[in-house]
């Protein structure tokens, strides 16, 4: 079984380490965000690539769900000796490591891909592991200043610095409509038995990936069933703060609003309550206007089981099972679930 995974931060890599464990004979592909990178210190930092990398590898840190396992911080404390930020991002002494060796390879010519791979030859997590362009994308936020103005600011410091704690006006991908996917995208997708959209943010995870032209058409044309599964369970994100970015999108914290927000394939995407073309803002990465819908399916936390018939309503299969991923066994069976309702849609 060939499985197509669009991966984000920490949902996306521990789902992807239960998928691994539901179907460890399958061939699996994730395709990572690259909007939340970042140049630090005059180096490349990819964390959601590395998210994945170290989550699937053995180095993550599992408490925080970022960073490496017996991390130690005497690079960062000796850059604030010599007052040098920023302080608010942490990289610790092991992380360091993968950054200087990813920004000496980009340097020397190679893509980010290329590098993605060698970086995995150390890691091995057991997937292809491809960044979703090879191409500069960060996604930015825009929000209030206080002279009452706005500005926009890189979406790790709106996220770890600003904690989410201003309002965002709009997330925008700076360099996605100029971008290409990433050699071995768009095959992968046409390739694959299944396309599995993760419990990542819809927004800046998911939705950025499918901000890079093509990657969206894609999915949308793919003979593959596409079958997501909710981050938000009782009107709350799992873990985060996408609430923050849902809104500044036009879309509600409900699991029926983000299978809206994806939309039905066949259809039009983020029409109807909540949804973009219903007055809220719109941004390159929402999955709003007349683009074509993705899902197939759609499952939700059995505390929403009350929105199946709403999803269904839209054209989109709707099953509601456990959500949330406690350990490993209860993610593989949350994937398992997600093949299934895969293969009802092909049937």
Request: hydrophobic residues 45%.
């Amino acid at each position: 079984m060939r499985i197509v995974v669009l991966a984000g931060g920490i949902g996306g890599a521990r789902f992807l380490r239960g998928l691994k464990a539901a179907v460890p004979q399958a061939e699996i592909t994730a395709i990572g965000n690259t909007g939340d990178d970042i140049h630090l210190f005059g180096l490349k930092v990819c964390p959601d690539l590395d998210t994945v990398m170290y989550t699937l590898g053995g180095g993550i840190n599992e408490e925080q769900g970022w960073g490496r396992a017996d991390e130690t911080w005497s690079v960062k404390e000796e850059m604030a000796a010599y007052g040098v930020g920023p302080q608010w991002f942490g990289l610790g002494d092991r992380d360091f490591a993968t950054h200087i060796v990813r920004t000496q390879m980009i340097g020397a010519g190679y893509p980010l891909s290329a590098v993605t791979e060698a970086l995995c030859q150390r890691w091995r997590p057991g997937v292809r592991l491809i960044p979703m362009s090879d191409d500069r994308v960060e996604t930015h936020v825009l929000v209030d200043t206080e002279d009452g103005g706005r500005k926009a600011v890189h979406f790790q410091e709106y996220w770890v610095r600003l904690r989410a704690a201003v309002e965002a006006r709009a997330i925008v991908p700076v360099g996605a409509e100029q971008a290409k996917p990433a050699p071995g995208v768009l095959e992968a997708v046409a390739a694959a038995d299944v396309v599995l959209l993760p419990p990542s943010n819809p927004v800046v995870s998911v939705g950025t990936i499918l901000a890079v032209p093509g990657i969206r058409e894609a999915v949308a044309e793919a003979d593959a069933p596409v079958v997501g599964l909710s981050p938000i369970v009782g009107d709350a994100p799992v873990r985060g703060m996408a609430d923050k970015v849902l809104a500044a999108v036009g879309v509600e914290t409900t699991a029926a609003a983000v299978a809206a927000h994806y939309g039905a394939r066949g259809a039009g995407a983020g029409s109807g309550p909540g949804g973009a073309e219903s007055g809220g803002a719109a941004n390159a990465s929402s999955g709003s206007g007349s683009a074509s819908g993705l899902l197939d399916g759609w499952l939700v936390d059995t505390v929403d089981a009350s929105v199946v018939g709403e999803v269904e309503a839209r054209g989109i299969r709707c099953r509601a099972v456990p959500l949330m991923m406690t350990d490993i066994d209860t993610t593989a069976a949350m994937a398992r679930e997600a093949l299934a309702l895969a293969e009802e849609v092909r049937r």
